[in-house]
């Protein structure tokens, strides 16, 4: 089979594809050809070498996909052969078949196509845990969404506007500004031309919001904070731009008792039985057309590398997949 393989860290040129032996599923392993897998930032800080995620070379990328189960091993109890699966925060999806354990793959149910799907996963799941267990959002609060147009900025907002908030979405240009609005958003701030401090401050009233969701990082942090009503919560979930610099935890008592979170995927699926509630609630959005997915670009296996240049370059629309 093919597959992507990462010798050494270093940049999108490390991402080779080679040959390589198809796996045997053993225990409580599946072996699922691939459909498709997701791209994303992770994979790209993984791939940096962050010593945050504990890798070691050589391994293959990619934490999310779906695709076709070809065998099982001895211990599968759940899920058999030619069944469509999907999984999240399981590495090694970057190739034309993956191993995935059990308790980390859910069934995909008929009425969603395995493309859409394995663009959702991580976006899907991390909205989730997002908007109902790091910070629950009520009817009537008021988010501040960064990069609304991406992958997960899109997804976390329409989470808010269907749990009843209002979502101040931000974004860099004219075309995703567009693609703001079109998901209900009717705050959408350009913060290559507009300060987004005063312009939420504005927005509210002067009263800030209840939360901000940050996947970008070091760029929008400290205005970030000053966003926040008094017990606030800035839930800092990604790095794109780069990681936070150490603060004075001070800054929290002085601008108004916030709150502050970092927070993992990885955290809120350790558990099955959180992993599938997760999983059935996503899926059931999906089918009932309430949440919509955008696939900004298909590459091939051999591409990736070209896919995590595009996502880095910050020019992306929505979600980027391999099809091997």
Same mark, same amino acid.
């Given at each position: 089979?093919?597959?992507?393989?990462?010798?050494?860290?270093?940049?999108?040129?490390?991402?080779?594809?080679?040959?390589?032996?198809?796996?045997?599923?053993?225990?409580?392993?599946?072996?699922?050809?691939?459909?498709?897998?997701?791209?994303?930032?992770?994979?790209?800080?993984?791939?940096?070498?962050?010593?945050?995620?504990?890798?070691?070379?050589?391994?293959?990328?990619?934490?999310?996909?779906?695709?076709?189960?070809?065998?099982?091993?001895?211990?599968?109890?759940?899920?058999?052969?030619?069944?469509?699966?999907?999984?999240?925060?399981?590495?090694?999806?970057?190739?034309?078949?993956?191993?995935?354990?059990?308790?980390?793959?859910?069934?995909?149910?008929?009425?969603?196509?395995?493309?859409?799907?394995?663009?959702?996963?991580?976006?899907?799941?991390?909205?989730?845990?997002?908007?109902?267990?790091?910070?629950?959002?009520?009817?009537?609060?008021?988010?501040? %969404?960064?990069? $609304? =147009?991406?992958?997960? #900025?899109?997804?976390? +907002?329409?989470?808010? &506007? @269907?749990?009843? /908030?209002?979502?101040?979405?931000?974004?860099?240009?004219?075309?995703?500004?567009?693609?703001?609005?079109?998901?209900?958003?009717?705050?959408?701030?350009?913060?290559?031309?507009?300060?987004?401090?005063?312009?939420?401050?504005?927005?509210?009233?002067?009263?800030?919001?209840?939360?901000?969701?940050?996947?970008?990082?070091?760029?929008?942090?400290?205005?970030?904070?000053?966003?926040?009503?008094?017990?606030?919560?800035?839930?800092?979930?990604?790095?794109?731009?780069?990681?936070?610099?150490?603060?004075?935890?001070?800054?929290?008592?002085?601008?108004?008792?916030?709150?502050?979170?970092?927070?993992?995927?990885?955290?809120? %699926?350790?558990? $099955? =039985?959180?992993?599938? #509630?997760?999983?059935? +609630?996503?899926?059931? &959005? @999906?089918?009932? /057309?309430?949440?919509?997915?955008?696939?900004?670009?298909?590459?091939?296996?051999?591409?990736?590398?070209?896919?995590?240049?595009?996502?880095?370059?910050?020019?992306?629309?929505?979600?980027?997949?391999?099809?091997?």
């Amino acid at each position: 089979m093919k597959k992507i393989e990462i010798a050494q860290f270093g940049g999108s040129e490390t991402l080779q594809l080679v040959d390589a032996p198809t796996p045997t599923p053993t225990g409580t392993q599946l072996l699922v050809k691939v459909a498709a897998a997701g791209v994303n930032f992770v994979d790209i800080y993984q791939r940096n070498g962050n010593p945050v995620y504990g890798m070691k070379v050589p391994y293959t990328p990619g934490m999310e996909g779906a695709g076709v189960v070809e065998a099982v091993g001895s211990d599968v109890r759940t899920i058999k052969v030619g069944d469509r699966v999907a999984w999240t925060w399981a590495l090694g999806s970057y190739a034309e078949y993956a191993i995935v354990e059990e308790a980390k793959a859910a069934i995909v149910p008929s009425g969603l196509e395995l493309e859409e799907v394995a663009a959702f996963m991580l976006q899907g799941i991390t909205g989730h845990y997002l908007t109902n267990s790091t910070y629950e959002i009520k009817a009537g609060d008021i988010a501040l %969404v960064h990069a $609304a =147009a991406g992958g997960t #900025g899109s997804l976390i +907002a329409q989470l808010i &506007l @269907l749990k009843g /908030g209002t979502v101040i979405g931000t974004t860099s240009t004219e075309a995703k500004e567009a693609t703001v609005r079109a998901l209900g958003v009717q705050h959408v701030i350009r913060y290559d031309k507009e300060d987004f401090v005063e312009e939420v401050k504005k927005i509210t009233g002067g009263r800030g919001v209840n939360v901000v969701y940050d996947g970008v990082g070091a760029k929008t942090f400290d205005q970030s904070l000053l966003c926040l009503k008094p017990r606030g919560m800035m839930v800092l979930f990604g790095a794109a731009s780069g990681a936070v610099p150490p603060f004075e935890i001070m800054r929290l008592n002085s601008s108004g008792s916030l709150f502050l979170t970092r927070p993992t995927l990885a955290h809120y %699926v350790a558990d $099955a =039985a959180e992993f599938k #509630g997760r999983c059935d +609630a996503i899926f059931d &959005l @999906l089918l009932k /057309g309430k949440l919509t997915v955008r696939i900004d670009k298909r590459y091939a296996l051999g591409d990736a590398h070209k896919a995590h240049d595009d996502l880095a370059s910050g020019k992306t629309s929505g979600k980027l997949i391999l099809v091997p």
